[in-house]
């Protein structure tokens, strides 16, 4: 069958691909233990189900509005002004079915071909493919494992040419962890003021699981006079364990955002109307559960630093937040074993699943193929038993 040029750009998702696989192994009666999860293994707290199902009972279940109920965007605006200190209007918020789509969207509506994204890397695996579906060119910025794999503000520069259309910023980070500093967004604010035609995504879907008590900021904080070309776009899969529900929000200027949700308005016009009840509950409700999430997270990353601390040649910078650890696994490439050598990220995920039944993320997905990923949204008894195959799968790599 012919297919389009544009879908034949595009991969599959890598951490899509992971979990299928697992979930393969496991209908055979394999016990896989994945470290590919992409989301929090808590359930959506019950206030926020409660919503969903008297939204449903109560009829609220026709069309709604394509860019978003008026309650719902009402939410999105106070919580944005509570935690960014930030005032926006309705007209300036955009619900879409997740951050995914909202990026998806954004991206339709603003970038043309021969446009550069400059994307920070290691980068989430959707960022290039989604820029090349609207027919733009990502350009990867290395960042260096010993800097906390951030961007510096000479690695920008270096990155903006004339055709720089966009710059994605992604903190917390999924794949690394790593969270920019107050100043260290100071010095990238300071490049961008620079380029007055470079817009600048802030994708802050990781934005309240941080740990250690480090303050929230973005770039946008930071310098409001950049608030015009920056796009939130931010959501309540992480935070409230509600990544199946599918509510994302874009917020930016009302321009960008009308266009998105002209893009959306002829794709899938509005997100699920119970969906956005809910999240109107997860927005405006307690927020004690998800502390208590973003606890349990940071007891788990502890014990991953150190279990990770006690395997031969392996690195890794502590993440600030998310529920990602991306260790440098390098040491262990070039090794032959059964036959195969581990030449790479992909080698050694596939020699982890096959070997001890160990799902994890190739690097390479993410721009960085000397590291994996692991997930800690499991729990703490799948947590060790993870570590003990791994452990004992470098042994049999010699480490
Ligand atoms: C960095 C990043 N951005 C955006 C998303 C999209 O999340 P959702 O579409 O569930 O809101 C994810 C999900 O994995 C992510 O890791």
């Known amino acids: 069958m012919k ?11 890598a951490t899509l691909a992971i979990n299928s696989k697992a979930r393969l192994l496991r209908s055979q009666g394999v016990r896989v233990i994945s470290f590919g999860v992409g989301e929090p293994d808590f359930d959506t707290p019950h206030h926020i189900g ?48 997740g951050g995914k789509h909202c990026l998806y969207n954004l991206f339709q509506a603003v ?12 980068y989430w695996v959707s960022y290039p493919d989604m820029v090349r579906l609207a027919g733009a060119e990502p350009v990867f910025v290395p960042c260096a494992e010993a800097r906390g794999f951030k961007m510096t503000p000479e690695d ?55 740990f250690d008590n480090l303050p929230w900021a973005d770039l946008v904080m930071v310098e409001p006079r950049l608030k015009d070309r920056t796009f939130i776009v931010n959501g309540v899969s992480k935070t409230y364990a509600m990544t199946g529900w599918r509510i994302g929000y874009l917020v930016g ?21 119970v969906a956005q009840w809910a999240a109107v509950a997860a927005l405006r409700g307690e927020q004690e559960t998800c502390r208590r999430m973003v606890q349990v997270f940071a007891e788990r990353r502890a014990y991953v630093m150190d279990r990770l601390a006690r395997l031969p040649g392996v690195t890794c910078p502590v993440p600030d937040g998310a529920f990602y650890v991306f260790p440098n696994m390098s040491a262990y490439y070039g090794v032959q074993v059964g036959g195969r050598t581990i030449d790479g990220s992909a080698a050694l995920a ?9 799902a994890v993320v190739p ?8 590291c994996i990923r ?3 949204a499991l729990s703490m008894e799948e947590l060790r038993e993870g570590f003990d195959r791994l452990e004992k799968a470098l042994q049999r790599l010699g480490g």
Request: hydrophobic share 35%.
């Open 363 to 370: 690097g390479e997905a993410f721009g960085q193929d000397r």
């Open 374 to 376: 692991l997930s800690f």
């Open 253 to 273: 200027h009302r321009d960008v955002i009308k266009a998105a949700g002209k893009i959306q308005s002829q794709s899938t016009s509005n997100p699920s109307s």
């Open 3 to 13: 297919l389009s040029q544009r879908v034949s750009q595009v991969k599959p998702s």
């Open 156 to 210: 920008l520069r270096r990155a903006l040419t004339p055709r720089t259309r966009m710059l994605i910023l992604n903190s917390p980070s999924n794949p690394t962890g790593t969270h920019y500093r107050p100043e260290e967004l100071r010095a990238l604010a300071d490049v961008l003021l620079e380029h007055n035609e470079v817009l600048i995504v802030s994708d802050d879907i990781y934005y309240r699981i941080l």
């Open 50 to 97: 409660q919503m969903a199902v008297q939204a449903v009972l109560r009829g609220q279940t026709r069309y709604t509005p394509v860019q978003g109920i008026p309650e719902l965007k009402e939410a999105v605006i106070r919580t944005i002004e509570a935690d960014y200190g930030l005032r926006y209007e309705p007209d300036e918020v955009l619900v879409s079915c």
């Open 350 to 358: 596939d020699f982890l699943m096959e070997e001890v039944h160990l």
């Open 111 to 122: 970038l043309d071909p021969g446009d550069e994204v400059v994307i920070p890397s290691p």
